[in-house]
């Protein structure tokens, strides 16, 4: 049972729409007069047969113009390249179909087509002044989560660190989770975007609790862990942890995971909803420097960091931590809390170890002299900071980041005692 206050927030698409083969419904979901739709994706899908089937369908419905530039990272200069284009004859529905980047880069476009004006005017929280064009979200992959999210990330040149943009506006009108669309996904892509699902209930789970207010859910919109926000990460926690390991290596071993596929799908949108009222915590905020700094995959450098993240909070979050080894099914082995506690934290380890993350940062590139650099970074991702249940300084971070480095957990849990 639950000991968090009963105070929750929701914050979702209009439609949600989750199974196989659900991608050509996207027509049906199209809002009443539209007539110009705009598709965004990447190069790799709009040449798959199973992006001709959602083009189709919604050529039966409106006329329909298709953009497959979208960058990895989102860099800014070339969304607002891109808006410029489409200012003249604005689409009325915007469908994304890709991963993270795909659907961040229609929220970021629906926005500046909208609102106008220059980036930077929008990021930090609640700075959207209203709804934006439609968009439609159609992942492709079962890891961000961001077709339920009020958040979209980009890549500022002039700053050191990815922006985020975060408001209630942002969030799409649909979703539609078509899990065909990871069948043939890449073992690695599969791993850092799974891990990184799962960061997504964790750090939500285990997130601050505020005190409930009446104006909480206006002052921010990342509001730490509540009620709803537990009901999301538990279930997502559960989904990903049982399929990850085993989608990977069905794959590898040439058997069918499509059972599996389904249920990392849904624990991706589950880590989604989590996400998007509970918000994120250190390992991401640690992560956006390590990302610049290596340029690594988001996912791999999260997983890397997270059982040491986990490690550093679990003696703040022991119910919590218990609660979540229950959900990865480590129940045989105790009923202490404080042991499930410790054995949520392997078992996590073990998940990043087996899908075949590293287990330390030197392994992706980072070394001693930036430990300080980057623990100084990341202490500017405030929302992040600001979320996570231990105090975070410049030296924890840094104490984070070094036994993350050495590969040595003992080193937190040492300092715990």
Known sequence: MSSTPLFGLLRSPNTVLIGRGQ??????????????????????????????????????RASVELFTGVEPELPTGGLK???????????????????????????????????????????????????????????????????????????????????????????????????????????????????????????????????????????????????????????????????????????????????????LMLGSLCGGFALGTGGTAAAHALQYPIGGLTHTPHGLGIGVLLPYVMEFNRPAKVAEFARIARALGVTDQTTDEVELSHLAVEAVARIAYDIGIPTSLSEIGVTSETVHWIADRALLSRRLVDNNPRELTTESLAEITAAALDGSRSRLLAAAL
């Open 23 to 60: 991608r050509v419904a996207v027509a049906d979901h199209l809002p009443e007069g539209t007539r110009r739709v705009l598709i965004v994706t990447d190069e790799r899908m709009a040449g798959l047969p199973a992006f001709a089937s959602i083009r189709t369908s919604l050529e039966r």
């Open 81 to 263: 390249k891109v808006a410029e284009s489409f200012r003249a004859t604005p689409p009325d529905v915007i469908v994304a179909v890709g991963g993270g980047s795909c659907i961040d880069f229609a929220k970021v476009l629906s926005l500046l087509l909208k609102h106008g004006g220059e980036l930077p005017d929008y990021y930090g929280e609640f700075a959207v002044p209203g709804p934006i064009t439609p968009v439609i979200a159609i992942p492709t992959t079962s890891g961000t989560g961001s077709e339920v999210t009020p958040v979209a990330v980009v890549s500022d040149p002039n700053r050191e660190l990815k922006v985020g943009i975060s408001s209630p506006y942002l969030i799409p009108t649909v979703a539609i989770c078509d899990p065909e669309l990871t069948d043939h996904t890449p073992a690695a892509l599969t791993a850092n975007v799974g891990i990184d699902a799962l960061a997504h209930c964790i750090e939500s789970f285990t997130a601050i609790v505020r005190p409930p207010s009446t104006t909480l859910s206006s002052e921010r919109v990342f509001v730490g862990n509540a009620r709803l926000t537990e009901h999301f990460a538990l279930a997502g926690i559960e989904a990903i942890g049982a399929n990850l390991v085993k989608t990977i290596r069905k794959d590898q071993n040439g058997e069918d995971a499509t059972a599996a596929r389904d249920e």
